[in-house]
Nanobody
Framework: QVQLVESGGGLVQPGGSLRLSCAQSGSIFNLKGMGWYRQVPGKQRDLVARISSGGTANYADSVKGRFTISRDNAKHTLYLQMNSLKPEDTAVYYC????????WGQGTQVTVSS
């Protein structure tokens, strides 16, 4: 059974940094890529960053140059390093894995506020 468990969220001041982690347990058949999404109340869940199984990373325009996605295959863990955080980055962040089906974590809250 596949599980994705996020951690690392919290409250941070504008300009600060956080690193999110997503620990994967269980094998994912035909893994195509993994990504981070975020959602604020009343809005759709949006892609923040994605990394393909081959290691190619893509970012939403709003986070380019500030966020970095990476994956440690040996530890089966996905990361999102978030720097220069802004209040508009406040959201629940979800980890996603694309295999023969899509898998989601439970989400972790990130709040950027002074």
């Amino acid at each position: 059974q596949v599980q994705l468990v996020e951690s690392g969220g919290g409250l941070v001041q504008p300009g600060g940094s956080l690193r999110l982690s997503c620990a994967q347990s269980g094998s994912i058949f035909n893994l195509k890529g993994m990504g981070w999404y975020r959602q604020v109340p009343g809005k759709q869940r949006d892609l923040v960053a994605r990394i393909s199984s081959g290691g190619t990373a893509n970012y939403a325009d709003s986070v380019k140059g500030r966020f970095t996605i990476s994956r440690d295959n040996a530890k089966h863990t996905l990361y999102l390093q978030m720097n220069s955080l802004k209040p508009e980055d406040t959201a629940v962040y979800y980890c996603n894995a694309e295999g023969w089906r899509s898998y989601w974590g439970q989400g972790t809250q990130v709040t950027v506020s002074s």
